[in-house]
């Protein structure tokens, strides 16, 4: 069964639950490996996004390298098949801890986002008797279009080392003998669906990488990021997001160097239109001010966006779609149990007549939905299940 649908006659299991369609997952990463592979591109699955052990899988045998936030993320990647060359930790924040476990795995490269993160890497690998890749990350100053909640490549954001200091890197790097620079690695920020924010990056790289090499660096690697963003609107026009248009923006864009590799960490485009949190209405009410609630057994601690970016899910009632007869619409605001007022999924949207017991589908939530889960309220993890019956 792809997208999660009621069969009558059969029992929808205990909700909240996430649902994965496998297929779906699987035709994204064919095309997204297809359309990168038309210009040699690597692309590494950002692991930040969802870290179901199935979904890993798929990623993995797609041939994809993994991209990790922290140390725990990189030990996630490599015992999930990972191969330690196919794995590269970004991070702001890096502890000494999670530096040296990562060494010893033999991970591909650090992205570095500071001067003192380089020092304290070289001194971990200098313990180890190693010498580490390093990729400086560096803040390109571009605004794209997205929430300013995840747009992460402006100058006043805490990501990545600023253009203002390329210099005393460059400096720094010089006296640092454990440490091997093999390249670049930009990231403005997540769900972009203008092409031209892109198109923007890839001419900045161009002017950077060139600064680099002015300086007699060589740059065996672009790392673009990723950022890629999808239809949260109508999942199902676009089921697929345009990958075509994204590596193409790139071919256009970027300036390569004979024997350069270019590498992109996606997240979001992989895994997000594959999920959807499956949770049933427990509560209809209207308030004096004539706003018709549906309370669901799902809330923030399953499904944090819509708190904290404001962020829009379709929303879709289930068992009103399965029913013979149709139900009239109304406005309704759709809110979960928790006990705070931001844990909202919708308001005021146009929805079937809701009761109790229906069982409502919120869309697009294959990343960051379970993975930004919490156990607020002493609530447990929502479990997942997949289209193929597990
Ligand atoms: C450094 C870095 N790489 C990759 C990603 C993945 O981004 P997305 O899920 O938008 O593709 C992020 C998240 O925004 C990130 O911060
Ligand atoms: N968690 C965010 C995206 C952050 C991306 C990581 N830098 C979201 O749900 O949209």
């Given amino acids: 069964m792809p997208k999660y649908t009621i069969v009558p006659g059969t029992e929808v299991p205990q909700t909240p639950f996430y649902y994965y369609d496998l297929d779906l997952l699987r035709r994204t990463l064919k095309t997204a490996a ?121 100058s006043e954001s805490k990501f990545g080392i600023s253009y203002t200091e390329v210099d005393a890197a460059l400096a720094k790097l010089h006296e640092l003998e454990h440490i091997r620079i093999v390249g670049l690695h930009f990231h403005i920020g997540s769900q972009i669906r203008k092409m031209e924010s892109f198109a923007e990056l890839a001419r900045r790289v161009n002017e950077i990488a060139e600064w680099f090499e002015s300086k007699g660096v060589e740059l065996k690697h672009l790392n673009m990021g990723g950022g890629l963003g999808i239809d949260y609107g109508d999942p199902d026009a676009e089921p697929v997001p345009d990958f075509a ?48 609630f549906a309370i669901t057994d799902a809330g923030m601690t399953e499904l944090i966006r819509p708190a904290l970016y404001s962020a829009h899910h379709r929303i879709e009632n289930l068992t009103a779609e399965a029913d013979r007869q149709p139900r009239p619409t109304g406005l309704y605001s759709i809110a979960g149990p928790i006990c705070e007022s931001s844990d909202v999924f919708a308001r005021d949207i146009e929805f079937p007549e809701s009761r109790r017991g229906d069982v409502l589908s919120i869309r697009s939530t294959g990343a960051y939905g379970s993975i930004m889960a919490s156990n607020y309220n002493m609530r447990p993890i929502a479990p997942s299940l997949f289209s193929d019956g597990e």
């Fill in 34 to 154: 297809d359309e990168a592979g038309k210009y040699g591109y690597r692309i590494h699955y950002a692991l930040k996004a969802n870290v179901e052990p199935r979904i890993l899988a798929e990623i993995q045998r797609a041939g994809l390298g993994a991209d990790c936030v922290s140390g725990y993320e990189v030990r996630c990647a490599v015992e999930n098949g990972f191969a330690p060359q196919q794995i590269v930790f970004a991070g702001v924040g890096k502890s000494d801890r999670e530096i040296e476990y990562a060494i010893r795995a033999g991970i591909f490269a650090f992205n570095c986002e500071s001067l003192q993160e380089l020092e304290v890497i070289d001194e971990l690998a200098a313990k180890q008797g190693k010498v580490v890749n390093a990729a400086l990350r560096i803040n390109p100053n571009v605004q794209p279009d997205t929430h300013k909640y995840i747009s992460t490549g402006q």
């Fill in 245 to 292: 248009g994204y590596f193409r923006t790139f071919r256009d864009n970027l300036r390569v160097r004979e024997g350069q590799t270019v590498h992109f960490e996606l997240g979001r485009s992989i895994v997000a239109q594959c999920g959807e949190l499956i949770t049933r209405v427990l509560y209809t009410k209207t308030t004096a001010g004539g706003a018709h």
